[in-house]
């Protein structure tokens, strides 16, 4: 065996490099509201006069303007109204702050999406907050109204597509909803979602005034709104309905106490999910077992804004206090993650046949977003598993079970765990391609494995691992008769670009799996399953350093010296604190490769395969894998570099190394950067000893 510690060779050339920051204050696009899969809405070009978008660019129409003296400005969206001047943005885990300055008011426009991760309920609720206060720089007081208006873009990727739509008001709360005159239920257009309902809404008050449909945006200094219904129901694109709210507030010099939307995308139900033995289900959102109508759940959101942005601030500061632990950059990088690693996914519960919730049948299902419309796609699982292993490890296990229990069910059982769920989300049948399901049964069976594992040491739960230990186990013998010595079919998957088989990065995964597998296998009393993995991923690893590591580096590819890549899936063995490779690293045996043949100005290239191409999951996955600080730092900063980048871009998972451009559709805004929370998952979960 190679006594040289491995994970001195992880990373081979940032030592020496330096890079230069992406020029500007902001990102190219920044979060503004993101709950669901079909909820997650971006600003492209800060500080210009943009429409709100979708993931993919699709404009969704979000007007917020503020009429001061009888001048009317707009502070969001891009109509011929004259607009203001952003000052400064702020990004927090949970907000976007702005602070925009109108005439003589400064504004303080703040985008709430809750991240709530000890309340199933309020995380599952696909609603966010967007709330203002006001001051005058001058000191003097002004006349000043509030408008803000959304249109039907929300609820349909086709502008043609015709809508309805109605208002709701009673003492306490006005909300307006649209909706397609025909639902087409469990299907998209251009990743949207043909059966959702959108809701804006906020508190009811005198100085409060709404309408919908055709609305002139203060067609006279001072004019109200006409608290008037078009019953005109029309195509999306049609004169553009409009579902307004205007706020009077007289002759003021500030505005003291915020003044609270609600905006909301709600699907029900929200997924077709095939239970593995021929039976489906129509699963809808969690919080439908606590609220009987969405009247009501609006209502409790409105009310509990005050609870919820102190829950927002001190989640702010937990977070940021950990990264900070690290370094700005990287506090910066977990701060923009976050919101798109929970916004990509759908939290839910199944109804018995007796009519009730099963409280006991909690399923978290995610999208490939940007990539496919694949469900639960087992290496974006993987990479986004540090974020939710640090928020609350208990969900990470309902991220599991669909995959789990679907595949326990279904006959004949495969010997492999499968890459995914389906690629029609939001129908979660199961993947039925042999072709790509053995393609990707190294890594899928690798990472559901040392998922499992995860899931029952950070949460103390062993449930999943022992209910599912017949299906894991065959997961684990298959990886200990094939990870080490990968036929081309084996090593075709989407996170690997070596050119056929024998991939040293693949295998590792493989023989960490197996190892896992030992682990398992102790927790549940199997002690003759325990010391056959154990044993059989030790011989494996000797046999895999004697392959793959040269006297500079690991290689990419077994037998070819000119090879290399970032191991990052040495990182596994780091989160599940096997001890199974040694951590120490030794300076003098370090030898990087010239920077110039791996390194850009917006990252490292994943393998030398693909000379060019990052993504940034993995980046930061190795990054955590190193012992060394001062190439952690040097790898978190090229990342950060990207996501600043003065790019429309929403922050993406692939690009090009030296100009920060998507490579290919650049995984926009996708649930796997929530591997930007590698750090924190291993200094702040615990991983018992059951």
Not at 180 to 199: C, G
């Amino acid at each position: 065996m190679i006594a040289r510690p491995l994970l001195q060779y992880i990373v081979f050339s940032v030592l020496i490099l330096s890079f230069v920051q992406a020029q500007g204050t902001w990102p190219g696009a920044i979060p503004l509201a993101i709950r669901s899969l079909h909820f997650n809405c971006w600003l492209p070009n800060p500080g210009q006069e943009e429409w709100p978008t979708f993931w993919n660019d699709r404009i969704l129409g979000w007007i917020g303007a503020i009429e001061v003296d009888g001048v009317t400005l707009e502070w969001l969206g891009d109509s011929p109204i004259n607009g203001t001047t952003l000052v400064r943005t702020e990004i927090t885990p949970t907000r976007t702050i702005l602070t925009i300055m109108a005439g003589p008011m400064e504004l303080e426009v703040t985008f709430l999406s809750p991240i709530e991760p000890t309340d199933l309920v309020r995380q599952s609720f696909p609603f966010t907050y967007m709330y203002l206060t006001a001051n005058a720089t001058d000191g003097a007081s002004h006349s000043v109204q509030l408008y803000t208006d959304i249109t039907a873009e929300w609820v349909s990727g086709d502008s043609n597509t015709n809508v309805t739509w109605s208002t709701t008001l009673n003492n306490d709360l006005i909300y307006h909803q649209a909706q397609r005159l025909s639902p087409s239920p469990m299907q998209e257009i251009n990743d949207l979602a043909e059966d959702a309902t959108v809701y804006y809404a906020m508190a009811n008050s005198p100085n409060v005034t709404w309408q919908t449909g055709a609305v002139a945006l203060y067609g006279t200094a001072g004019e109200r709104l006409l608290n008037s219904e078009d019953k005109d129901f029309r195509a999306i694109s049609d004169d553009w309905p409009v579902f307004a709210f205007s706020v009077d507030f007289g002759n003021v010099t500030e505005i003291s106490t915020p003044v609270v939307w609600a905006l909301g995308v709600v699907r029900d139900p929200t997924i077709r999910y095939g239970s593995g033995d021929g039976s489906t289900q129509l699963r809808s959102s969690f919080f439908r077992t606590q609220y009987s109508t969405i009247g009501d759940a609006i209502g409790a959101f409105i009310k509990d804004f005050p609870n919820a942005r102190q829950r927002a601030i001190e989640l702010d500061q937990k977070i940021t206090s950990d990264a900070l632990s690290i370094s700005q950059d990287y506090a910066d990088l977990v701060s923009l993650s976050v919101r798109q690693t929970m916004g990509g996914l759908d939290i839910t519960i199944s109804n018995g046949t007796d009519g009730q919730w099963n409280n006991s049948d909690i399923m978290i299902f995610m999208k490939s977003i940007d990539n496919s419309s694949r469900t639960n796609p087992t290496e974006f699982m993987f990479a986004a598993f540090p974020a939710y292993l640090y928020l609350n490890a208990t969900w990470a296990g309902f991220l599991l079970r669909p995959s789990l229990q679907q595949q326990a069910a279904a006959l004949p059982a495969s010997t492999y765990a499968m890459s995914d769920l389906g690629s029609t989300y939001p129908i979660a049948l199961g993947n039925t391609s042999t072709t790509s399901t053995e393609a990707l049964a190294i890594e899928s069976s690798g990472d559901m494995i040392i998922m499992a594992l995860a899931h029952a040491k950070a949460s103390g739960d062993g449930s999943l691992i022992s209910r599912y230990y017949t299906l894991l186990k065959s997961w684990a013998n298959y990886l200990a008769a094939n990870a080490l010595n990968q036929t081309i079919e084996m090593n075709q998957d989407i996170s690997i670009s070596s050119d056929g088989q024998n991939n040293p990065n693949l295998a590792i995964k493989g023989i960490i799996g197996v190892r896992a597998m030992g682990e398992i296998s102790q927790i549940v009393g199997q002690t003759d399953d325990a010391s056959r993995f154990m044993s059989q991923a030790s011989t494996m690893l000797q046999d895999w350093e004697n392959r793959a590591i040269l006297s500079s580096h690991i290689t990419s590819t077994y037998g070819q010296s000119a090879s290399w890549g970032l191991i990052y899936n040495l990182f596994s063995d780091r989160l599940l604190k096997l001890d199974f490779i040694a951590q120490e690293v030794n300076g003098n045996e370090y030898h990087p490769l010239s920077a110039s043949s791996s390194a850009g100005q917006y990252g490292i290239a994943y393998d030398s395969n693909i000379i060019d191409q990052v993504k940034s999951q993995w980046t930061m996955l190795t990054a955590a894998t190193t012992m060394d600080n001062s190439t952690r730092d040097d790898i978190i900063s090229l990342v950060h570099a990207r996501a600043w980048f003065n790019s429309t871009l929403e922050f993406p998972t692939d690009y090009n190394a030296a100009s920060g451009l998507a490579v290919g559709t650049g995984g926009r805004s996708s649930p796997a950067q929530g591997a930007m929370f590698a750090f924190l998952a291993l200094k702040y979960v615990s991983m018992r000893s059951r």
